[in-house]
């Protein structure tokens, strides 16, 4: 990785994609294994069967509702939409769409295989920027946090996923175990604020596979200097103590940061966003938590390390917060449970890595699954079709195993491609955006699985000097930023189709049937 670059009078870092490239080639109740009281796990459970965790909620409810709810869209030829004049209205929204129904401000839940707000469909057409808070945290960028979300609003992209950890680095959010700064948690508070003041939900990351921004090779440095005897960065997922220090993290982070006090977890009770005055578990700007990006865990290739870690930590999530959504941030290779289906990696290596989709994603507690695609890192750097072939199947794949194995929806929740690339062309990136967005667009029509993407990712302009290679300035790509639009509009009809059926009469009616017979451009 290049030296860093500079923000202000100090370092930021940039974060790879991907950190590190794929070019190598019957269990127990998991209650045994976890650190959990009675009343977490009581907790724990009724929400993952579907309710809000209340008593009166759970009698309600059967272990089968928790998958039932499949929504029939029918068979529309939704991909013939290409008309954006067919919506009028500014581009600061789905003007046209969202005036079908006033939707209030809920939180994201899952029924079944889908997302949804007040019973409605919502299919995600979103983005990574992953340095927001560390960026809000210095008054001099602050202003470009306010930027990306503008802009990201105004091609109607919903969902935007960023780091809500720095560990230990530069401009930490943790300095160490349990130990915050306040400064970095109000720039945490002015990003939720921003997020919902351009109506984007904010999926949050808690930790870091890598060590950009800290990550586990942070938390392992923090258990050495305590005296702890650990031989890898591995170590984070099986020994004890760190597995103590993560969930202080998470109870720290999700159930009782939100107090503007952070002296002791004990005075940490409830943190209450310092802008919005909202406390962040009762917020529904944050779509979903993430346990961790992109985890892996080569020492250990059967998966048992990294699947008792994925059991403990997201039925301590649920139990710290019922009310949003748990995700794992996993990068989708499937592993030994699954032998018949390693050959839909990109390689051989990719089942060495300690993951193994299927099994990583039946955890009691994770709602809906993630996957990465980085064909250029993980086949080949050179650009060819094969990047293309490879992006359509990887996602047909994961679609038809989480309808089938999972019940639930998955988000791929980083793609793109590098400017960086030999060969790279823009013509190339905007086919490979269109091939994500069509593939989920067939699933959207027969109401499967394929909840949604998330580019990776925005940038707005003068942060060059943070790209990566995937950066994409929508004012300066407008190709791309024709393409995202256009997604946006067709993922908010399907979004709305639902009340469409008590709304017959209404004037919109002809629009959108005349919509969904429209010729190609």
């Given at each position: 990785?290049?030296?860093?670059?500079?923000?202000?009078?100090?370092?930021?870092?940039?974060?790879?994609?991907?950190?590190?490239?794929?070019?190598?080639?019957?269990?127990?109740?998991?209650?045994?294994?976890?650190?959990?009281?009675?009343?977490?796990?009581?907790?724990?459970?009724?929400?993952?069967?579907?309710?809000?965790?209340?008593?009166?909620?759970?009698?309600?409810?059967?272990?089968?509702?928790?998958?039932?709810?499949?929504?029939?869209?029918?068979?529309?030829?939704?991909?013939e939409v290409d008309d954006l004049s067919l919506f009028s209205g500014t581009n600061d929204g789905v003007d046209e769409v969202s005036e079908m129904k006033d939707e209030s401000w809920e939180m994201v839940q899952k029924k079944g295989n889908q997302f949804v707000i007040n019973d409605q469909p919502f299919y995600v057409n979103g983005f990574n920027t992953y340095w927001l808070m560390v960026f809000a945290a210095d008054q001099s960028t602050r202003g470009k946090v306010s930027e990306v979300f503008?802009?990201?609003?105004?091609?109607?992209?919903?969902?935007?996923?960023?780091?809500?950890?720095?560990?230990?680095?530069?401009?930490?959010?943790?300095?160490?175990?349990?130990?915050?700064?306040?400064?970095?948690?109000?720039?945490?508070?002015?990003?939720?604020?921003?997020?919902?003041?351009?109506?984007?939900?904010?999926?949050?990351?808690?930790?870091?596979?890598?060590?950009?921004?800290?990550?586990?090779?942070?938390?392992?440095?923090?258990?050495?200097?305590?005296?702890?005897?650990?031989?890898?960065?591995?170590?984070?997922?099986?020994?004890?103590?760190?597995?103590?220090?993560?969930?202080?993290?998470?109870?720290?982070?999700?159930?009782?940061?939100?107090?503007?006090?952070?002296?002791?977890?004990?005075?940490?009770?409830?943190?209450?966003?310092?802008?919005?005055?909202?406390?962040?578990?009762?917020?529904?700007?944050?779509?979903?938590?993430?346990?961790?990006?992109?985890?892996?865990?080569?020492s250990d290739p059967s998966g048992d390390m990294l699947q008792s870690w994925i059991q403990e930590m997201a039925v301590y999530v649920k139990s710290m917060d019922p009310k949003h959504l748990v995700e794992i941030g996993t990068e989708g290779f499937y592993g030994p449970s699954t032998p018949n289906k390693v050959q839909i990696n990109p390689n051989t290596y990719a089942q060495q890595v300690g993951t193994d989709f299927i099994r990583n994603h039946q955890v009691l507690g994770v709602d809906f699954?993630?996957?990465?695609?980085?064909?250029?890192?993980?086949?080949?750097?050179?650009?060819?079709?094969?990047?293309?072939?490879?992006?359509?199947?990887?996602?047909?794949?994961?679609?038809?195993?989480?309808?089938?194995?999972?019940?639930?929806?998955?988000?791929?929740?980083?793609?793109?491609?590098?400017?960086?690339?030999?060969?790279?062309?823009?013509?190339?990136?905007?086919?490979?955006?269109?091939?994500?967005?069509?593939?989920?667009?067939?699933?959207?029509?027969?109401?499967?699985?394929?909840?949604?993407?998330?580019?990776?990712?925005?940038?707005?302009?003068?942060?060059?000097?943070?790209?990566?290679?995937?950066?994409?300035?929508?004012?300066?790509?407008?190709?791309?930023?024709?393409?995202?639009?256009?997604?946006?509009?067709?993922?908010?009809?399907?979004?709305?189709?639902?009340?469409?059926?008590?709304?017959?009469?209404?004037?919109?009616?002809?629009?959108?049937?005349?919509?969904?017979?429209?010729?190609?451009?």
């Amino acid at each position: 990785m290049p030296l860093p670059p500079i923000i202000g009078d100090e370092p930021a870092v940039v974060h790879p994609r991907p950190a590190q490239p794929l070019n190598n080639e019957d269990e127990g109740s998991i209650f045994t294994t976890l650190n959990l009281d009675a009343k977490e796990i009581l907790v724990a459970v009724k929400v993952v069967m579907g309710g809000d965790g209340s008593d009166d909620d759970f009698g309600k409810r059967k272990i089968g509702d928790r998958c039932s709810g499949t929504m029939d869209f029918g068979s529309n030829s939704f991909d013939e939409v290409d008309d954006l004049s067919l919506f009028s209205g500014t581009n600061d929204g789905v003007d046209e769409v969202s005036e079908m129904k006033d939707e209030s401000w809920e939180m994201v839940q899952k029924k079944g295989n889908q997302f949804v707000i007040n019973d409605q469909p919502f299919y995600v057409n979103g983005f990574n920027t992953y340095w927001l808070m560390v960026f809000a945290a210095d008054q001099s960028t602050r202003g470009k946090v306010s930027e990306v979300f503008k802009e990201a609003s105004s091609a109607g992209l919903t969902v935007c996923r960023t780091w809500a950890f720095n560990d230990g680095q530069w401009r930490a959010l943790q300095k160490s175990p349990s130990v915050y700064d306040e400064d970095v948690f109000k720039a945490l508070d002015f990003v939720v604020s921003e997020a919902r003041k351009y109506k984007i939900r904010l999926i949050l990351s808690l930790v870091n596979n890598w060590d950009a921004y800290g990550g586990k090779p942070q938390y392992v440095k923090w258990g050495k200097a305590a005296g702890l005897n650990l031989t890898s960065d591995d170590d984070f997922f099986s020994h004890p103590t760190l597995r103590s220090y993560y969930k202080a993290h998470v109870k720290a982070k999700i159930h009782i940061t939100h107090f503007t006090c952070i002296c002791t977890l004990q005075t940490v009770l409830n943190r209450l966003n310092t802008v919005t005055n909202i406390t962040y578990k009762d917020d529904p700007t944050i779509f979903a938590w993430e346990l961790i990006n992109e985890p892996r865990c080569t020492s250990d290739p059967s998966g048992d390390m990294l699947q008792s870690w994925i059991q403990e930590m997201a039925v301590y999530v649920k139990s710290m917060d019922p009310k949003h959504l748990v995700e794992i941030g996993t990068e989708g290779f499937y592993g030994p449970s699954t032998p018949n289906k390693v050959q839909i990696n990109p390689n051989t290596y990719a089942q060495q890595v300690g993951t193994d989709f299927i099994r990583n994603h039946q955890v009691l507690g994770v709602d809906f699954a993630s996957v990465h695609i980085y064909a250029d890192s993980w086949i080949s750097q050179s650009i060819s079709d094969v990047h293309v072939t490879f992006t359509k199947s990887w996602m047909e794949a994961h679609i038809e195993d989480a309808e089938r194995y999972l019940g639930m929806p998955v988000v791929f929740s980083e793609f793109g491609v590098s400017t960086k690339d030999p060969g790279y062309n823009s013509s190339f990136r905007d086919t490979l955006i269109e091939t994500v967005y069509d593939t989920l667009l067939n699933s959207t029509k027969k109401g499967g699985s394929g909840g949604g993407s998330l580019l990776w990712q925005l940038f707005p302009q003068g942060t060059d000097y943070m790209d990566d290679g995937y950066a994409i300035v929508l004012s300066q790509s407008p190709s791309t930023s024709k393409i995202i639009s256009l997604h946006s509009k067709r993922l908010a009809i399907f979004n709305s189709k639902c009340a469409w059926k008590c709304r017959w009469g209404c004037r919109k009616k002809n629009q959108f049937e005349t919509s969904l017979d429209h010729d190609e451009l």
